[in-house]
């Protein structure tokens, strides 16, 4: 005798904008925020289908310091950490009656570690966890980098490993109309998870540009990234490149109109921006 099927159970959901002021200009996050016995399987074929740069499981924690747990797929699978679902899955727990633990900090637990999230006058922003990797990139990798942009290897300025989990490498251009101006060949773009920043001039509202990159993921341009800025921030601000407060605006080549801000804090970065629910319901799981 055979167990019988155990079908689809109907979960709260929520889809929300991450990075803007305005709802529908930043990077969409789908949220179920009831994410406990869901298969890995269904876990995936639920993050290809929304077909969004990533798609969020709210689980109970495992740690006893965590407020809940959260699984990050792209469409292409299962990923340690990332930024925006990292705000956007805080503020749609918050709206549906989370109480963190500690007042006036979250903490969120996922495969990389534990995450703090704060509020702060720009809603909701958290604490770049400790890279994995960084230094310098090799001289392949940035042949390989350059290809893949369209060009001359003498163009990228400075070059850095800022992996917190996802494997982000990132490259330093002039500008930031440089950076709005390039058109990857997705030939030799290949297994390359990039982000590319230059600077605005100095009375622009925001202070740099930020363009990512991230094929293995299955997103061939990421519209806002938290977790490629809270490296770049953590590269940037330790090189003397950037101050130690700014704001960087990404997605403009998308139509988006995303804004990331940056808050240095002792040895500590933290990266935060407005969210807005733009979808709320259910989804049979």
């Not at 109480?99 to 909701?124: A, F, H, M, T």
Request: proline share 7%.
């Amino acid at each position: 005798m055979t167990a019988a099927a155990v079908g689809p159970r109907t979960r709260a959901f929520s889809q929300v904008d991450v990075f803007t002021d305005e709802p529908f200009l930043g990077n969409p996050v789908a949220v179920v925020l009831d994410g406990d016995g869901i298969t890995d399987r269904d876990m995936a074929r639920l993050a290809n289908w929304t077909n969004l740069s990533e798609t969020t499981f709210v689980v109970p924690p495992s740690s006893a310091e965590a407020d809940y747990g959260l699984r990050i797929f792209t469409p292409g699978g299962e990923i340690p950490f990332a930024g925006h679902p990292t705000l956007g899955s805080a503020h749609a727990w918050l709206e549906a009656g989370g109480v963190p633990r500690s007042p006036g900090r979250l903490v969120q637990e996922c495969p990389l570690g534990l995450i703090d999230v704060r509020r702060s006058g720009n809603g909701l922003i958290f604490r770049a966890p400790d890279l994995k990797r960084d230094g310098p990139l090799d001289s392949t990798h940035l042949d390989r980098i350059a290809r893949g942009l369209g060009i001359g290897r003498e163009r990228i300025v400075a070059h850095q490993w800022v992996d917190n989990g996802p494997g982000w490498a990132a490259v330093q251009l002039a500008t930031a109309e440089e950076v709005l101006a390039l058109d990857p060949d997705d030939r030799h773009m290949g297994d390359l998870m990039l982000g590319v920043v230059g600077a605005h001039p100095e009375d622009s509202p925001v202070a740099f540009e930020v363009r990512a990159f991230a094929m293995p993921a299955g997103v061939r341009e990421d519209p806002v990234t938290g977790s490629l800025h809270a490296g770049i921030a953590q590269w940037l601000i330790r090189s003397g490149v950037a101050p130690r407060c700014y704001r960087a605006g990404q997605g403009s080549r998308l139509r988006r109109q995303g804004v990331v801000t940056i808050e240095a804090h002792d040895t500590e970065v933290w990266v935060g921006g407005r969210s807005s629910t733009c979808v709320r319901g259910t989804v049979d799981v």
